[in-house]
């Protein structure tokens, strides 16, 4: 498995693999992994040539820093995890990487979050990190810059990551 820190080094490496013919998959994480990534990797892989699993813990999606800071970081055990499930690439940038000096564009998604608000005391809500923030409007904004950057950099065929599911 090949780790890249930097969306110029991922972007360069995928798009060489997008030249051969190649279809990628992606899962987005924020680490801790666990068998639902797990599955979701092996998904990705099976269906895709190359799989790249996306490591970063989004600070944009915290509205209480205590949460972010305590957060478990299982780095090694993430690394093992997703190069068992058939990931190829990992791509784990620093918060530089995607929040560099001066950053201050953002996405708002006012009707997303709304949605999200009404499904949540009805559904079983499950995301790919195993931890609730307290406004479905603040992890909706700080998910779309990450989900933007991702996909900007990995030029995937395939994406999976957060669902809602009954």
Request: proline content about 4%; aromatic content about 10%.
């Amino acid at each position: 498995m090949i780790v890249f820190e930097t969306i110029p080094e991922i972007k360069r490496y995928l798009s060489q693999l997008k030249i051969q013919g190649n279809t990628v998959g992606m899962v987005p994480t924020m680490g801790c992994l666990h068998g639902g990534h797990g599955a979701l990797i092996q998904r990705s892989a099976a269906e895709n040539d190359q799989t790249v699993v996306s490591i970063f813990l989004n600070p944009t999606q915290f509205t209480n820093s205590s949460d972010l800071t305590q957060y478990p970081k299982t780095w090694e055990a993430d690394l093992a995890l997703a190069e068992a499930a058939g990931a190829s690439v990992l791509f784990a940038p620093k918060e530089r990487e995607i929040y560099p000096a001066g950053f201050q564009t953002y996405i708002e998604v006012r009707e997303l979050a709304k949605t999200i608000m009404r499904e949540i005391p009805s559904r079983s809500f499950y995301w790919c990190c195993h931890r609730c923030v307290e406004t479905a409007s603040y992890y909706a904004t700080g998910s779309s810059i990450l989900w933007t950057k991702r996909l900007s950099a990995i030029l995937c065929d395939k994406a999976d990551g957060c669902r809602l599911e009954s």
